[in-house]
């Protein structure tokens, strides 16, 4: 099997935990690095957590991990806290024993301007890093074979009624992202990830695993579960939406996705509907060159997460 050389870009806390495990694991993949971002938290609290996800499966010396923006890329609307008092800072995991790298963005520049073979970059957090990154050199999209940004609603509502949090964190970024010249970008939306949410039988699913990535991810689920039950429709089936580790696995089987061809616009000006994704392909799909992910296999999923992780 050929391994795709991956880069991820994360604001790691509970579903970013997991989205590193299946790239770090998936033996497809080349987990090259791991950027941090604002967003669920401060990125020194990002930092940590992804260390000790790293860690935990023995990967700490081999991916490097490199902090990133604190901010948006450029000022918001209104101003936004780096952190989020709904959840800890800190996963529920042994402390990291590695030490981050260096600063994201040089790291991402530099990297993607050596590679000699097209990396694919996931973004599951803000896309602050890879704003800042275009903004120090715009080749750099020249060396990105895939770029999967989980970010965006198409019809369910986000963290405001109009907005997924990644992208209202930092719209300036969003919009920044998808209007460059990426060869080829997919959007896993909230419809997709909330199609396909995990449930207890999943969680005992991947517990019986017994692998400390399994158990980890068990106990992550678990707890997204229990967060969400203040969800009435979440809450009435048992269940909750993991995220981030759709986006990583849109790059080993796409075949889990439902998508159609769009194109995306970031609001950034009415503050109603601030962070907004807009979709024209009701107008005329063939205008559209961006993926845009709108439902998801929940089966496939978790087999692929039992797959992986369970290895």
Sequence with gaps: MTRVPVVLDCDTGTDDAVAILLAALHPGLDLLGVTTSWGNHDVRHTTDNTLRVLDLVGRGASVGVHPGRNEPVRPRLTPLPSGRDDLPPTLDLPAPVSAAGT???????????????????????PLTNLAAALAADRSITGSVGRLVVLGGAHQRAGVTP??????????????????????????????????????????????????????????????????????????????????????????????????????VQVERTDPVRYG????????????????VAVRADHDGYVDLLCTTLGS
């Design 276 to 291: 907004a994704t807009r979709f024209a392909a009701e107008v005329d799909e063939r205008r559209g060159r961006t993926s």
């Design 103 to 125: 600063e994201a963005v040089e790291w991402l520049v530099a990297t993607l301007r050596a590679a000699t073979e097209p990396v694919a970059v996931v973004a599951t957090g």
């Design 162 to 263: 109009y907005a997924e949090r990644n992208v209202w964190c930092d719209p300036e970024a969003a919009a920044d992202v998808l209007a460059a010249p990426f060869r080829d970008v997919l959007l896993v939306t909230m419809d997709a990830t909330f199609s396909a949410p995990l449930t207890a039988a999943d969680v005992a699913r991947l517990r019986r695993l017994g692998t400390p990535a399994a158990r980890a991810t068990a106990d992550l689920v678990d707890a997204r579960i229990e967060w969400y039950r203040r969800d009435p429709s979440m809450a009435a089936a048992g269940g909750a939406p993991l995220h981030d580790p759709l986006a990583v696995a849109a790059l080993v089987a796409p075949g889990l996705l439902t998508t159609l061809r769009a194109t």
